[in-house]
T-cell receptor, first 114, second 114 residues
């Protein structure tokens, strides 16, 4: 079955440590996205990538970094510079096309910094 | 720029009540419009979409009609169930936006009580 996988589902880290969240898709989508969601809040865009080896900052990129070395993978690193990293992180992808298409989401990773 | 405005929640309804969640948008031309649903602890799932004016998207008893004259895409369901309790997000994809991220509203939390 095609889809987006995020691992792990729950992640705990000590303050000051960098942590990398995994996002893999087998939908052959060109574009991938990372969002942050805080309790009771909407989605905030962190980074996105429209093509391999290229990515753009979203609204809240500070303290985060990404890479896009393969079409299938778009890992997100939460660095120690992120002041309040505890949140629910969602990865999404979208097919490249000339007309707008649906954005598909993974199941999310809940990060807790102790 | 493009934007989406949703009615603020939370919305609490009794089972079998009629549901309306308002969504209005600002965009040039004819964007594509989406409704996503997020169940507790999960990622977002596409509920329905419409790509041109007067289109009606429908799924699982939910409906929304793309109204260009009122720039609206209100979500409706005739008889809600407890299992419909979730957060609902309205979103748009701008004309010629390529793979830039969807623009999301802030979400509306729905609670259905038996």
């Amino acid at each position: 079955d095609g889809g987006i996988t995020q691992s792990p589902k729950y992640l705990f880290r000590k303050e000051g440590q960098n942590v990398t969240l995994s996002c893999e898709q087998n939908l052959n989508h060109d574009a991938m996205y990372w969002y942050r969601q805080d309790p009771g809040q909407g989605l905030r865009l962190i980074y996105y990538s429209q093509i391999v080896n290229d990515f753009q900052k979203g609204d809240i990129a500070e303290g985060y970094s990404v890479s896009r070395e393969k079409k299938e993978s778009f890992p997100l690193t939460v660095t120690s510079a992120q002041k309040n990293p505890t949140a629910f992180y969602l990865c999404a992808s979208r097919r490249a096309s000339g007309s707008p298409d649906t954005q598909y989401f993974g199941p999310g990773t809940r990060l807790t910094v102790l | 720029g493009n934007s989406v405005t949703q009615m603020e929640g939370p919305v609490t309804l009794s089972e079998e009540a009629f549901l309306t969640i308002n969504c209005t948008y600002t965009a040039t031309g004819y964007p594509s419009l989406f409704w996503y649903v997020q169940y507790p602890g999960e990622g977002l799932q596409l509920l329905l979409k419409a790509t041109k004016a007067d289109d009606k998207g429908s799924n699982k008893g939910f409906e929304a009609t793309y109204r260009k004259e009122t720039t609206s895409f209100h979500l409706e369901k005739g008889s809600v169930q407890v299992s419909d309790s979730a957060v609902y997000f309205c979103a748009l994809s701008g004309v010629n936006s390529g793979n830039t991220p969807l623009v999301f509203g802030k979400g509306t939390r729905l609670s259905v009580i038996a």
